[in-house]
Each structure stands twice: as C-alpha cells, then as structure tokens.
C-alpha cells in the first residue's frame, strides 16, 4: 500500500511539473530530460539499418563508394538534429525523412526560398480588419474543395510561388466554384518583379522569391495559366512561355493580414487559403504531430499554404487543448502528414503569423 501510495504521488507531482513546463524553463528542461522518450540513442545506436531502410525507401543512388560515404555521414548528423529537435517539440514527431541525407546548407538552397528584402509590409495594402465573434471552431479549407492536391517543387527553391498559387487557387474557387491547378511555373519562368525599395531584390525562380511580389507579377501580367497548359518542370531555364489567351485567373488585389492571430482566422474562414512564410527549421525532419518548439527562430525562409486549423493539439499534456494551423506544404505526398504540416496556432511559432497576405480573384473572360 506504501509503495502504491509513493507511486501515486510521484505521479502527481509529475503532472504538475509537466502542467509547469510552459511557465518556468528551468522546470521544463528538467521534465523533458527526465520523461522524454530518448528517440535519439535509438536511433544513433541503429543508424546503418536506418540509413539502408532509408536508400531502398527512397530510391537513393550515389554515384561511388566516397560519396556513399559521405552521404552516411550527414544521415547519422542529421539523425542527431532529429533527437535533438524531438526533446525542443515533444508534441510532433521527428525521424528519418527524405532529406535525411541533405546538409542545412543544401536542405537551405534545395527547397526553401524565400527573398528576404528590407521593405516593410505596411507599404503593401492592409486587409481591412473582420469581425471574430462567430468564427467556427474547427475549419478545413479541404473539406470545402478549395485546396488541389499537394504538389512537389523538386530541388527548386520555388516555394513562394507554390504558396502564391495555392492562395490563388483557394480565391479562384471562391469567386467560379471551381478548382482549377494553376501554373507555378509561369511565375518561376516569367515572374520578375522586384521591390520597389531594393531593386536587386527580385523573384528569381528556383532562386527564391516573395509571395507579394508574386501576387504583383500575377495583378501586372494579366493572370496565371492553367498548371495543365504551363506544366512544372521544377528549372527556371527555359524562358517565358506565358500566352495571354491562356489565362486561367486574374488577380484583382491582395493585401496583408495583420499580426493578430483572431484576424489571420478571420481572413483565412471568408477569403480563402492564405500564403504564409514561416522559419522551415523544424520541417526537415518532421513526421508528424503538431509542432510547438520551445525555440525557433522567426527568421522565415519558407513559402508554405494556410489551409485551416483545429481546437485541439495531441499528446502531452502542454498541448491537449491548444489549436493548431494546417499548413499545406509543397514538398509531396511522402513528406509529414500526407504533405502537410501542423503548428502550434496563436503564439507565431518559427513566425507562422509574421507574414500572411490574401488574394482575391476576379472571372477572367479566358477562362476554360
């Protein structure tokens, strides 16, 4: 009976230290050293087997024995930022990925991509404030067709212009009733647009660019093709092949969402899927589950798709009821959950909520 009643309060005072981990680091430095599930030893201790399951899983072929090598040698680095990066968001899950064989370095260059510049969104039109009250608790963008399949951008750092487009694409079923896949390759070839304030700072196709500029390029140029009539090919080296009589939809303005979580909510539930950056840190390697990091940097170098949210998080108990954004992410189906992304929704996370826009679309008179 002793023994059971010592083990019952060590429970206790375990779940009060838990329920104290977002109020005192100290304290939840301890509780994560002591209670979390050492993924990390697993997988070092294993890391061949992993790296093998990790080649035949993903089709990886080197090109010789050094670079095989070499290769395996980021895979058990990057086996080690995963462990590391589930201790700091014990809420998602982290592991082998398919760029568990990438350097930051090429992971940064290979599929981020967004330009910062020096201008300040308050020079971009703000988006007129909505009112909150009767916003519904849970909302998915998917559930109402306004969201295509999730595509993949390749080695390119094309993400702006796939979370461009997929905004476009939301606005566009909501003024036709009609999903159509538009062309993120006529930005990655066609679009230049600089800014006004740095005019070295431009779209620049596989090299990165912004979604506002975007938006820009596609209000000035008359529209996007269909994805169908402009295909991706994941280069920016074919040169422009935008045909006006092809324009599938016609941006009639965009604007800037405030920094006000109530406000982002607001907008994403009347104007549709909202073009977002966020900090990409955390996504390398993530598998699952909602991401809430105890540290991450609000440097965003990532263009990605707001799509909705949910009024619960998951397991531990720091998250059991706290809501969440549903990021649409362009990096395929065999990445997160199905290609998307959950993070922590109201605290701007890896600055989720720093910069937001919305676009609306007007019936353009090509339209197929």
């Known amino acids: 009976m002793a023994r059971l009643f010592l083990r019952l309060f060590f429970l206790f005072l375990l779940a009060v ?12 430095q301890v509780v994560d050293e002591t209670t979390a599930v050492d993924a990390e030893d697993e997988l070092i201790l294993n890391a061949e087997a992993h790296f093998l399951n990790f080649l035949r899983n993903h089709g990886k072929k080197y090109s010789d024995a050094e670079e095989h090598a070499y290769r395996f040698e980021v895979f058990k680095s990057n086996l080690k930022m995963a462990g590391r ?8 899950v982290y592991g082998v990925t398919k760029f568990s064989d990438l350097t930051p370095a090429e992971f940064q260059r290979q599929y981020l991509g967004i330009r910062k510049t020096r201008r300040s969104l308050k020079s971009i039109h703000d988006a007129p404030l909505l ?3 009767d916003l519904p608790t849970d909302f998915d963008w998917r559930d109402h067709g306004a969201v295509t399949g999730v595509k993949d951008q390749g080695s390119c750092g094309s993400c702006w212009s796939f979370s461009a487009v997929g905004a476009m694409e939301g606005a566009n079923f909501l003024s036709t009733g009609n999903l159509v896949s538009l062309s993120e390759q006529q930005m990655v070839d066609c ?6 304030s740095e005019p070295d700072a ?3 196709g596989c090299n990165g660019g912004l979604m506002t500029t975007a938006f820009e390029y596609a209000l000035k140029s008359g529209g996007l093709e269909t994805e169908k009539d402009y295909p ?4 920016d080296q074919g040169g422009c092949k935008f045909r006006e009589e092809k324009i599938a939809a016609s941006v009639a303005n965009f604007s800037v969402v405030s920094l006000d979580e109530d406000q982002i909510t607001a907008n994403l539930v009347k104007h549709g ?3 977002v950056a966020i900090n990409a840190l955390y996504m390398q390697f993530y598998i699952s589950g909602v991401s809430c990091p105890y540290i991450c940097s609000k440097n965003q170098d ?3 798709l707001l799509v909705g949210y949910g009024s619960a998080g998951y397991a531990p108990i720091r998250l059991k009821n706290k809501p969440y954004w549903i990021i649409k992410n362009s990096w395929g189906q065999n990445w997160g959950e199905n290609g998307y992304y959950k993070v922590c929704k109201g605290h701007n996370i890896c600055g989720v909520e720093a910069e937001v826009s919305t676009v609306t679309v007007t019936n353009s008179a090509h339209r197929p």
């Open 191 to 196: 679009d230049h647009m600089c800014d006004a």
């Open 85 to 92: 990066h589930q201790k700091l968001d014990p809420s998602a």
């Open 202 to 204: 431009c779209d620049s």
């Open 17 to 28: 230290a838990i329920a104290a981990v977002d109020e005192d680091p100290m304290i939840r």
């Open 273 to 275: 899927p909202l073009a």
């Open 131 to 133: 009112p909150t009250s």
């Open 302 to 304: 990532h263009g990605v």
């Open 232 to 235: 991706y090919t994941g280069t």
